[in-house]
T-cell receptor, first 111, second 113 residues
Framework: QKEVEQNSGPLSVPEGAIASLNCTYS??????FFWYRQYSGKSPELIMS????GDKEDGRFTAQLNKASQYVSLLIRDSQPSDSATYLC???????????FGTGTRLLVSP | DAMVIQNPRYQVTQFGKPVTLSCSQT?????MYWYQQKSSQAPKLLFH???????NEADTPDNFQSRRPNTSFCFLDIRSPGLGDAAMYLC????????????FGPGTRLTVL
């Protein structure tokens, strides 16, 4: 059974701080890794994709992947109240690009 | 703008009354997915299409069916909704072989009375 694990939170950070979100996965042959942001009552929005070990930066977001440790993280710099949402980690095992999602970490950024 | 559209955004049905949810896309993606998401849970894949090839997840109840009449449209039919089927239903699309990225529509919130 392929699994993706996330701390449900909430993770509370003050405005302007760095938020660090973590995700572990169970299968060593995982190929692709994604972070989705989901506001309450809305659908998931893709914010970051990462495919190889190391860091990938996009604006205030940095994704980090360590396949040996089966670990992927998302850093949000200069956190804003508008970043308050649930962040879903998703992992693909190839084939028809099926994703398995974690249950998400709720982030709260206080002004 | 290219996008994934779901209709209706909110659907109320009665216990046992069939309901159909629709998804359309202007992205020209060849893979379409249906997910079910309940409150505070991860999206759960129900099935997906690669072009017209239908792929059902092993644990998707028979009560859920799907149709994809063409590249742009996909439908989710719930033949006899139960109270446990109340959820957000999400349609997503992707291009096979391109980085596995999936893009979601806005979802349909289903209420079963």
């Amino acid at each position: 059974q392929k699994e993706v694990e996330q701390n449900s939170g909430p993770l509370s950070v003050p405005e302007g701080a760095i938020a660090s979100l973590n995700c572990t996965y169970s299968d060593r042959v995982s190929q692709s890794f994604f972070w989705y942001r989901q506001y309450s009552g809305k659908s998931p929005e893709l914010i970051m994709s990462i495919y190889s070990n190391g860091d990938k930066e996009d604006g205030r977001f940095t994704a980090q992947l360590n396949k040996a440790s089966q670990y992927v993280s998302l850093l949000i710099r200069d956190s804003q109240p508008s970043d308050s949402a649930t962040y879903l980690c998703a992992v693909s095992w190839g084939g028809f690009q099926k994703l398995v999602f974690g249950t998400g970490t709720r982030l709260l950024v206080s002004p | 703008d290219a996008m994934v559209i779901q209709n209706p955004r909110y659907q109320v049905t009665q216990f046992g009354k069939p309901v159909t949810l629709s998804c359309s896309q202007t992205l020209n993606h060849n893979v379409m997915y249906w997910y079910q998401q309940k409150s505070s849970q991860a999206p759960k894949l129900l099935f997906h299409y690669y072009d017209k090839d239908f792929n059902n997840e092993a644990d998707t109840p028979d009560n859920f069916q799907s149709r994809r009449p063409n590249t742009s449209f996909c439908f989710l039919d719930i033949r006899s909704p139960g109270l446990g089927d109340a959820a957000m239903y999400l349609c997503a699309t992707s291009i096979l072989g391109r980085n596995d990225e999936q893009f979601f529509g806005p979802g349909t919130r289903l209420t079963v009375l």
